[in-house]
């Protein structure tokens, strides 16, 4: 089983980026996304449930950042507009095995199973 993270990089305030998470292995049943940033705990992004698409974002990129999937690839993308500096961190694709997962718990590490190396987002002011 892999998660591989792809789309990060070095982008002005303002700007947008794309993540990406393939994974391989198997079909999990909620895929979403991380965040650490130096110094800091890692935080919950947004998260997407597969078997109904419900999402779950984070009060501090909602309306900024969206998740979505493309189910015959079982990969999942953040989209991510208007970047501030502060979003800048190394940035984890997550996914659970869970069968009854829901959607409350899906702002929980302790949810998922399986992580990706993470790809690094830096916002410059």
């Known amino acids: 089983v892999q998660l591989q993270a792809s789309g990060g990089g070095l982008v002005q305030a303002g700007g947008s980026l794309k993540l990406s998470c393939a994974s391989s292995?198997?079909?999990?049943?909620?895929m979403g996304w991380f965040r650490q940033a130096p110094g800091k705990e890692r935080e919950f992004v947004s998260a997407?449930?597969?078997?109904?698409?419900?999402?779950y974002t984070a009060d501090s990129v909602k309306g900024r950042f969206a998740i979505s999937r493309d189910s015959t690839k079982n990969t999942v993308f953040l989209q991510m507009n208007n970047l501030k500096p502060e979003d800048t961190a190394v940035y984890y694709c997550?996914?659970?095995?869970?069968?009854?997962?829901?959607?409350?718990?899906?702002?929980?590490?302790?949810?998922?199973?399986?992580w990706g190396q993470g790809t690094q987002v830096t916002v410059s002011s």
């Open positions: 997550a996914a659970s095995v869970a069968p009854g997962i829901i959607v409350s718990s899906l702002g929980a590490g302790d949810s998922y199973d399986h």
């Open positions: 292995g198997r079909t999990f049943s909620a």
């Open positions: 997407l449930r597969r078997r109904d698409c419900a999402k």
